[in-house]
């Protein structure tokens, strides 16, 4: 059964930073496409990093320059590293694992809040 676990969420204060992860099991990790969103509520889940098979990442404008995705295949583990954190970083986190097949799994979620 596939599962996806974020975790590393928490509260910090402006320009603080964090590191989410996600932990798969039961998926061919290092054969995914995977990802970050996050969402507020009441807007629309938005991405935030992608990393390929390959490597090979991309970034929303508004966290590119702060924000890192990485992936370790030997440990079916995705990373996500946040620096200099603003309070409009504040969501809830998901991550999002895309198979070579199509199909598509998402995380419980993390929420990650950015507050003085």
């Known amino acids: 059964q596939a599962q996806l676990v974020e975790s590393g969420g928490g509260l910090v204060q402006p320009g603080e930073s964090l590191r989410l992860s996600c932990a798969a099991s039961?998926?061919?990790?290092?054969?995914?496409?995977m990802a970050w969103y996050r969402q507020v509520p009441g807007n629309e889940r938005e991405s935030v990093a992608t990393i390929s098979r390959g490597g090979s990442t991309n970034y929303a404008d508004s966290v590119k320059g702060r924000f890192t995705i990485s992936r370790d295949n030997a440990e079916n583990t995705v990373y996500l590293q946040m620096n200099s954190l603003k309070p409009e970083d504040t969501a809830v986190y998901y991550c999002?694992?895309?198979?070579?097949?199509?199909?598509?799994?998402w995380g419980q979620g993390t929420q990650v809040t950015v507050s003085s």
């Open positions: 999002n694992a895309v198979g070579i097949s199509g199909s598509e799994y």
């Open positions: 039961g998926i061919s990790f290092s054969r995914c496409h």
